[in-house]
């Protein structure tokens, strides 16, 4: 167990419509990643937040976008959903510039 | 664009023998790098991490990094059916100040009985 957690473990949406996942770092960690991974590929990185800022971002489109809280958990919406949305989304948190560590996932299915 | 490479496999190798399994990386200022093992269906699990050139050894693991040549590799002695898996390679690269973390695609480590 990494103490990092991840809601909800599976999740179905129509396309257009949007998703919020949401994401628990674990304790003692101020950085949050988010990655998108999809069957047969490694982890493609989405964006990263330090601090409640957002200090990276992957190629992904504006239709991604997140937040970081004040005690480090945080959340990533997707707007506008797309067949191609679907994946395992992924959550891993750090204490920079060190290991990051993941969280179970969500799977999303977009239909 | 920084790139990860790692060969996709299937690497297969008996029981007891020792795996390898290698990965490059295209950005001399990667600073950081890591080995993670994936099942199928589950999440990565940080399995070693590397910061400087030459090996660090953890049990049955070994990474070696050599930033000259710009790999990193993981060494798996007396490889179990259990380490059967896919092992996903990560560097982490200094921009704008920030650590930015990218992956590989993975090796399909197989261990057969």
Redesign the interface.
Known sequence: ETGVTQSPTHLIKTRGQQVTLRCSSQSGHNTVSWYQQALGQGPQFIFQYYREEENGRGNFPPRFSGLQFPNYSSELNVNALELDDSALYLCASSLEPGEQYFGPGTRLTVT | QKE?E?NSGPLSVPEGAIASLNCTYSDRGS??F?W?RQYSG?????IM?IYSNGDKEDGRFTAQLNKASQYVSLLIRDSQPSDSATY?C?V?VI????????????TSLIVHP
């Open positions: 990860v790692q600073q950081s890591f993670y589950k999440s990565p699990e940080l991490f996903l990560a982490k921009t704008g100040g920030s650590y930015i973390p990218t992956f590989g695609r993975g």
